[in-house]
């Protein structure tokens, strides 16, 4: 796997020096998107038999109708029978949909573990003379840390202190520390900053008041997924 990191860093790392470093983490998301769900939609186009998807959706939606007058009609015999019926159409659908998912998934753990490892990197600490040490490593950011196993709070070297949940600026990036996890014993620590794509002017549930790669991803994501799913009309 570390020699797949090595490939797709040599790959992406200019697209990631373009403008700040900011700049780059969020391009670069934008271009594995895309690639992502154009080949996702030529995966499901060429891979699943689109007449027959088609066909079964739309035998799918009509029971769906049906099944709904039937429950006005209150005719439970009848909806029973569309419900089973739409149910065989759906395990249809999902077998003629294995092969190409089984794909994306492969895809999902080649590229996306990679895509963690840069932009929400877990730093183990080391226990050097009572006190841990680490060390964040972004693109050519190398920045010492050491924590207080008392306090939780983390000395970033020549940018200040941070604790759990807390951000901190580092030249053009900015961090929010994800989590701090001690070990059993005691001995060891793992923490996780992840990059800040996106400062929002309000908190929100789960994202807090940033976005980080995936929300950034999953956002952008929507409608690229539809407009090549349009263009190349995948069922």
Known sequence: ??????????????????????????LTILIINVLWSLLLALVYKFLMDQKKSKELKGN?????????VAKKENNVKKMNEYMKKSMEYNNKLLRMSLKPMVISMILVFLIFPWVRTTFNPEIPFEQINGTFVGELNYMDLNVPLSLNQTTGIINVSGYGVVGNRGYIQIEDTQWQIKSIAFSKDGNSVKVRPSLVFINLPFSLPFVE?????????????????????KLLKVA
């Open 1 to 26: 796997m570390s020699f797949l990191y090595v490939i797709l860093g040599n790959i992406f790392l200019p697209i990631m020096q373009i403008g700040n470093r900011t700049t780059g983490a969020l």
């Open 60 to 68: 799918i939606k009509e029971l769906r109708k049906k099944v709904d």
């Open 209 to 229: 008041r940033s976005i980080e790669w995936f929300g950034y991803y999953f956002i952008i994501g929507i409608p690229f997924t539809y407009l090549f799913r």
